[in-house]
């Protein structure tokens, strides 16, 4: 199986709420992680990442925290907007398989925002 | 600037047919990667190229997948006698740097593949 993972397949929000994006990873390799948002149609489009000698980092509207101590991974989206409606990807450059050369991604969590 | 540039964005063929995909990585990307994306699914990771080295294709499905990157720039990814399962999105991506892996991919908008 995958070794990341997302606690919530669907999440609805209402227009200027702040968003929580879950993610659990299994590999305590991995030391690098990214966040990704897809839309339809489209390729993933990345967003943010973190290396693991850092708890938070923080963009334009979005933070993402990484705790180590539980693997896990989340992604926080200030003010949420209609056009941040997407499915949002966790990866890690650790996985059951992985030599090191490629990320591994998660199922991917819908984020729906009502206007 | 340009960003990963995949073609054709859509292709529809019969059961048997060979097709082949082609991406064209951002100018300066030594790293390029090929990943499938069923309907709904995450991405799968099929095969990895960094500069001159032999590529990664532990992600290979089949004996029917295989790729080719020339000139350090182009790739294509070919599927011969596709089957019906083939069908999926095929993700081209790439990077200024691979190895450690710590620096974001830029993905293209990938082809969908439909396989009657």
């Known amino acids: 199986g995958e070794s990341v993972g997302l606690h919530l397949p669907t999440l609805s929000v209402q227009e200027g709420d702040n968003s929580i994006i879950n993610c659990a990873y299994s590999n305590s390799a991995s030391d690098y992680f990214i966040w990704y948002k897809q839309e339809s149609g489209k390729g993933p489009q990345f967003i943010i990442d973190?290396?693991?000698?850092?708890d938070k980092r923080q963009g334009q509207r979005v933070t993402v925290l990484l705790n180590k101590t539980v693997k896990h991974l989340s992604l926080q989206i200030a003010a949420t907007q209609p056009g941040d409606s997407a499915v949002y990807f966790c990866?890690?450059?650790?996985?059951?398989?992985?030599?090191?050369?490629?990320?591994?991604f998660g199922g991917g969590t819908r984020l729906m925002v009502k206007p | 600037g340009a960003g990963v540039s995949q073609s054709p964005s859509n292709k529809v063929t019969e059961k048997g047919k060979d097709v082949e995909l082609r991406c064209d990585p951002i100018?300066?990307?030594?790293?390029l990667y090929w990943y499938r994306q069923s309907l709904g699914q995450g991405l799968e990771f099929l095969i990895y190229?960094?500069?001159?080295?032999?590529?990664?294709k532990s992600g290979l499905p089949s004996d029917r997948f295989s790729a080719e990157r020339t000139g350090g720039s182009v790739s294509t990814l070919t599927i011969q006698r596709t089957q019906q399962e083939d069908s999926a999105v095929y993700l081209c991506?790439?990077?200024?740097?691979?190895?450690?892996?710590?620096?974001?991919?830029?993905f293209g908008d990938g082809t969908r593949l439909s396989i009657l």
């Open positions: 973190i290396r693991s000698n850092m």
């Open positions: 100018s300066g990307h030594t790293a």
């Open positions: 990866a890690e450059n650790g996985g059951p398989n992985n030599a090191g050369n490629m990320l591994t």
């Open positions: 991506a790439s990077s200024l740097v691979g190895g450690l892996l710590d620096q974001p991919q830029h």
């Open positions: 190229f960094q500069g001159n080295s032999a590529p990664d």
